[in-house]
């Protein structure tokens, strides 16, 4: 009898663990860290509405010469575990994942009268991804217009250096996630261009 309830109690403790989230050596859930391909692109992460949702745009444009036919929303979700650390510290871990998902936008629809709305067609995505280890300069970005695989932009495109010089917050546009702005300026985390380019204004 003594034996059955050891066997019992061991093969609770296996049940358990199998059922555990596997954690890395940086505290982060090995679910939603980044998984590259062989020739060094990202599986995007097809999960990502289930994240952390934090802001929408509508029509923004870092360029006074863009110009659109039509109306877009851009949605902003961070993985979970890089959401928690931002609220612990101001700033991101290693393994942050940032998905833009971009939709059309629509004003005729049902009852609505006026304003714009978010219609089912996705117009792009992309990842803004922070891997220590792998990039030298911390941050890649990556395309995912496929939904599928995330190809790697080179460092030459202007969205790095874009970042770089006008991002709130280790290169991200923080500026633009109002609960998360607030958080930056209590740990006094925002980069040093971004207090200038602001103070300028």
Aim: charged share 20%; hydrophobic share 40%; with cysteine.
């Amino acid at each position: 009898m003594k034996r059955t309830w050891i066997l019992i109690g061991l093969l609770a403790v296996l049940v358990l663990a199998a059922a555990t989230p596997r954690v890395s050596s940086n505290n982060q859930s090995s679910t939603n860290a980044p998984v590259y391909t062989s020739d060094g692109n990202l599986k995007f992460p097809t999960q990502y509405r289930e994240w952390v949702y934090l802001t929408s745009g509508v029509d923004m444009s870092y360029s006074p010469n863009m110009s659109m036919d039509h109306s877009m929303f851009d949605n902003v979700f961070v993985n979970p575990e890089a959401y928690k650390a931002f609220l612990q510290t101001g700033t991101w871990p290693d393994k942050t994942m940032l998905v833009l998902e971009a939709r059309m936008a629509a004003s005729k629809g049902s009852i609505n009268k006026k304003g714009h709305f978010q219609t089912g067609n996705i117009m792009g995505r992309e990842v803004h991804l922070k891997d220590e280890a792998r990039f030298p300069a911390k941050w890649a970005f990556f395309n995912a217009d496929d939904g599928v695989t995330g190809k790697l932009l080179p460092r030459e495109m202007d969205c790095y250096s874009c970042h770089e010089q006008h991002g709130a917050v280790d290169t991200t546009f923080v500026q633009f996630y109002p609960t998360l702005l607030e958080i930056a300026k209590k740990k006094n985390t925002l980069s040093a261009a971004y207090v200038k380019e602001e103070a300028g204004k």
